[in-house]
């Protein structure tokens, strides 16, 4: 069993940066994809990076380059740092995660959502003048 829970969201103005910090608690050992997903109203779930056991990133190829993602504490903090932030950014943010070694096929750079069945509940970024 894995729970997650999101924080360090808020209210940024266009071209702003934001840290965003996920504590991933797990009940056993293990080996875990921990990824970055957005959700804008109306909109699909969007992955937006990856990250596995081993430290190795991927990025959906909208996200590359503003967006970094990052690890820690042997998997026990998840971090997003967002840089340049436009308006259309603007969504709930979430971390998720899926007990697989490396973030592979639909894993990668979360390209399939549903193949993650732990979710934390989400923290609100909102990009506004």
């Known amino acids: 069993q894995v729970q997650l829970a999101e924080s360090g969201g808020g209210s940024v103005q266009p071209g702003g940066s934001l840290r965003l910090s996920c504590q991933v608690s797990?009940?056993?050992?293990?080996?875990?994809?921990l990824g970055w997903f957005r959700q804008a109203p109306g909109k699909e779930r969007q992955g937006i990076a990856t990250?596995?056991?081993?430290?190795?990133?991927t990025y959906a190829d909208s996200m590359r380059g503003r967006f970094d993602i990052t690890q820690d504490n042997g998997q026990g903090t998840l971090y997003l740092q967002m840089n340049t932030l436009q308006f259309d950014d603007t969504a709930v943010y979430y971390c998720?995660?899926?007990?697989?070694?490396?973030?592979?096929?639909?894993?990668?750079?979360?390209?399939?959502?549903?193949?993650?069945?732990?979710w934390g509940q989400g923290t609100q970024v909102t990009v506004s003048s």
């Open positions: 797990k009940s056993s050992s293990g080996y875990f994809c």
């Open positions: 990250i596995d056991y081993y430290g190795t990133p």
């Open positions: 998720a995660a899926a007990q697989t070694l490396r973030c592979l096929g639909g894993y990668s750079a979360g390209r399939i959502p549903a193949q993650f069945p732990y």
